[in-house]
């Protein structure tokens, strides 16, 4: 019953923390209760300290921060994080000591984050623990059981353990009856197979996971859910705040509509709070739960629209639609002049303090499209450094941030690389020290010190980066795992290969000199005026090989690259003032449709596109098509120059139903390309796709459909009452064939 107040209070302080812009809480504490804040007034700032002073049954709320320190739970008490992801535990950054150690019945842990711990969470002979809604990553062992039976295990991130999990003679409970844990290593699918649901959020297959979770699901668990949605060139963030497995989540345009999947124990409540930005859609809202409308309440901003509802648990469909949406955009262009984007990081290579980011970003500031001299180009640079300010070299120091860190890379990412603008050549510097170490069910995973392999995936995946060219030069040990294609569309300059270590000498690491001397050298192959990506990898690789520890195998280095784009053509330093910036711009030429009126859901409609290179240069270029909004292709392709290349997109009309209207490609844009007026094309034309005995397009196959047929009926095309929707049978003449066929699916839904 606590849990379930809790989750209702925590979600109104949520609520108002949106609208008011204060997302501080104070919680009072009473007998019974007591307050948690490693830095604020509270009872205590240890929560080993108000381990030790509760009583049997007292709850202890543990405030947002960094708590280091090793926890011994041997009372019954509940333990309960203010925020899952800014609530952590950090044992030992060693991973020597224990986190969290329960030698105790009837305990309640959760709302954490436990990490860099020998074991995140040890239970001893203890049964009836709750365990949930936290997030044990990047330690030996996450969860170890030793003659323990009865807990119950669920709504947990284990991601990145070494050993996920040890059970020793234990029996435990490890799902809420339709929702397990979250689990990194997890490879199955959520398929509907086993005659379960299938995009329900909880996997089907390859269970139970670790032998224990029959509902793994398949993405991290948190109350708070974002959700990134990409529309017209821009990002919105959809926020979900609930107590469900929420899945499926999907934005439809034309219909003004956000829909998602809600999963929960049955016999239980859920809820949920939407806030949406009032510039994706607003107006008006209409909240629909499996098709029925629900009552729901609502708070707003200037900003945001805030709905919440409830409902009882089983497996539900919820659409949200709005008044007004938002439409197709138009990529804006780039306005001179071109633009270039450097983050670069430096942290301890091995025992050695490391200068090569200060030493990348002032030789960078030798060439013109770095140091904004002219007014045909802008450079950007941050740095992140283990060097104080007051150490660093006074060229640099104006581009110092702090030092690195999880936190500092996370923020830079987010809120310095989103910033590129379409066509802006974007590069992401790493020097440092990094790690390895065995994941049983997938091999070597390697991971650079506080920064995840999933989330420097997702950091350059989000706000707008796509859209720019990203060059990632990495100057660190195990590094060629990202020449694989983890990073699908971004170009890697690895320093060796994934099994092997970087070497360096004089602050400097040998990789990052051979990228520095291929500048210095005018390592320009293709004599346009500009060091690219690939001519430096060539100049650094062929240094590394020749000059350092060839015969000795244990030292060797091979730099390893990846090209997905461009062959790795991409502009990082001018060389030549004279020679202008290479030319790249492609334009979508046309659209062209197959001549259909109407088809059933499920037949596919063919859709042509041609883009042309109208540059000087090879373009790689990533083309999507929608309809009304709604994605139906998408394709890489490479164009040389002058080249023109049409795109034939099979449109699987399957789960759509209605008229559509609208045809738009979009092409993205080259680095530094100006026009993008053309890197967009729309055209207009109605299909319906519905099931033919629906002639009215309604959805349900009824008394209307029987009239619209009555009014053709006895016609042909030619006739003035004909109607092409009226012909039920397709045989060129409305009948009493068509209006059998109408009768004999009478009462038909028909929508997916």
Known sequence: MFRKIFSV???????????????????KAEHGKWIVDDDGVADFQSIQDAVDVACEGDIIFVKRGLYRESLRIYKSLSLIGEDMETTIVEANVTKFEYGVTITASNVSFTGFTIRNAAIAIAIWGGYGNLITYNTIIDNNVGLQFF?????IIYHNNFIYNFIQLESIDSSNIWDNGCEGNFWSDYAGLDDGSNE????????????????????????????????PLKWGGQVYYIMVLSNSTVASFNFNQPNKKLSFKVTGPSGTVGFCNVTIPKNLLNGDFCVLIDGLQSSYMMEQNETHSIIGFTYLHSAHLVEIIGEYSVGPKVPEPSAKPRRFRLLAVEQMFDSERMKSAQNLIKTLLRYPNWNNSTDEYVSFIHLLSMY?????????????????????????????????????????YYVGHTYVYLEPSHGLVYRFCGVSLKELKEWLSLGGLPQAY??????????????????????????????QSAWGHMFDGHFTVGILGSFWMAEDLNNDGWVSAAEAFKHAKEYVETHFYEEDEAFKQNPQGYFPVLDGDVPIVLRDIVKEFPLWDTGIVSIQLEDVERVEPGVPIFVNVT??????????????????????GYSKLT????????????????GFYGLYLNFTAIASCSPGELDLADNFYQINKAIRIAVNTDCNVDGVVDVSDIFFAAYSFGTSPGHVRWRFDADVNRDGYVGIDDIWLIAREFGRICFP
């Open 9 to 27: 209070l925590f979600t109104i302080l949520i609520i108002a923390s949106i609208l008011t812009g204060n997302f501080s809480c104070f919680v």
């Open 147 to 151: 003659y323990s039976n009865s807990n």
């Open 196 to 227: 379960r649901i299938a995009g329900d959020g909880v996997g089907d297959t390859l269970i139970p996971h670790r032998g224990v979770d029959n509902y793994p699901l398949m993405e991290p668990w948190n109350e708070k859910r974002i959700f």
């Open 388 to 428: 104080g300010q007051n150490e660093l070299d006074d060229s640099v120091k104006i581009f110092w941030q702090g030092s690195p860190s999880f936190d500092s890379i996370k923020n830079e990412m987010e809120n310095f690389l989103a910033q590129a603008s379409p066509g802006e050549i974007v590069i992401f």
């Open 470 to 499: 990203v060059v990632l030069i990495l100057d660190t040990c195990y590094s060629g795992y990202w020449t694989k294609g983890v990073l699908s569309d971004s170009t890697v300059l690895a320093a060796c290969k994934q099994s």
């Open 611 to 632: 883009i042309e290179n109208q540059g000087d240069k090879v373009a790689t270029v990533n083309l999507d098509v929608f309809c009304d909004g709604c994605l139906i």
């Open 639 to 654: 164009i040389q120059s002058s080249q023109n290349v049409t795109m034939l997109f099979v449109w699987n009309t399957a």
